[in-house]
């Protein structure tokens, strides 16, 4: 009996990047890309098309972000910008940003966004320091 589509990974652009191992839990399984971003509330696969449009430096801090926020293993809170640095290069290269045929309008509609990438950089920096703040107390 075959699997049902939803319950199917299938092939994926982000494979490579998911199934990476971040390292070594203490209970010596190996962690995954896929299972780190799951325990942090992340959809896996959203987030690393979203790592991939960003630029290879401002990824490796984003997710250097979020993996200081799992328990350590046989890596290091620290090591965590190596760690997104090497998992980031399994990403497939940063997608061209459409660029619109119509006249002006879009253009102008582009350069009025906020920049997200900020926003999510300082959120999970909060989130970070909060969470060393109760690890402390």
């Not at 190996?30 to 509330?41: E, M």
């Not at 972000?65 to 799992?70: K, M, N, T």
């Not at 965590?80 to 399994?90: D, E, G, M, P």
């Amino acid at each position: 009996m075959a699997l049902r589509s939803e319950f199917s990974l299938g092939h994926s652009e982000f494979n490579e990047f998911l199934f990476a191992s971040v390292g070594e839990e203490k209970n010596g399984m190996s962690l995954t890309v896929l299972s780190a971003l799951t325990r942090l509330g992340f959809d896996p696969w959203g987030e690393a098309a979203r790592l991939s449009d960003l630029p290879r430096e401002t990824a490796a801090r984003v997710l250097a972000l979020a993996l200081a926020l799992l328990p350590e293993g046989d890596w290091k809170t620290a090591d965590s910008r190596t760690i997104a640095t090497r998992l980031v290069s399994r990403l497939p290269q940063q997608r061209a940003p459409v660029v619109s045929s119509a006249p002006d309008e879009p253009l102008r509609a582009e350069k009025t966004k906020p920049d997200i990438t900020k926003w999510v950089v300082a959120a999970l920096a909060a989130a970070l320091l909060i969470a060393m703040w109760f690890l402390a107390g």
